[in-house]
């Protein structure tokens, strides 16, 4: 992604697990890429910069997160007005390293989301989910989201 976000772009490479970080830095430094920032988030909070994202690419990651309301609701603020959130996952139960969209669409809605598209991916298994996510103002109060039947 860095020739397409050009140099003037920034991408911001996160994970939570510390040995991905150290590979990412490393792999970052042999190719020189000069607009990858690495960084480390938390498992309920990317901690990322207030309105600093255009866009949030989750890539065949979803599954894996243990607090995803939590998540989604830490990641408004660090979007941009207009911004978009991509999630690519495949078609299986979480417990096979995807997530069902009827629970993707779930949890993403009980935290304001709004759904744009949703289409499989030529060729796989997986497929790319885009959402608009609310406003500060206007996600909903932590108590008041309400948890999706499924399993996880």
Not at 16 to 38: A, C, E, F, T, W
Not at 46 to 74: F, G, K, T, W
């Amino acid at each position: 992604m860095s020739p397409i976000v050009g140099p003037n772009g920034r991408i911001i490479a996160e994970d939570i697990v510390p040995n991905y970080l150290q590979s990412l830095r490393k792999r970052v430094r042999d190719l020189g890429l000069q607009n990858i920032v690495v960084s480390r988030g938390e498992a309920h909070d990317p901690r990322l910069p207030a309105d600093s994202v255009d866009i949030a690419i989750l890539v065949h990651m979803y599954h894996e997160v243990e607090q995803p309301y939590a998540l989604l609701y830490n990641l408004i603020p660090a979007l941009k007005p207009e911004a978009r959130v991509g999630i690519v996952d495949a078609f299986a139960p979480t417990s096979k390293h995807g997530t069902p969209p009827n629970l993707l669409r779930c949890e993403l809605a009980a935290v304001g989301y709004r759904e744009i598209s949703f289409d499989r991916l030529i060729g796989s298994d997986a497929y790319l989910a885009i959402f608009a996510p609310p406003s500060v103002a206007s996600r909903p109060r932590p108590d008041a989201i309400v948890a999706c039947k499924g399993a996880r």
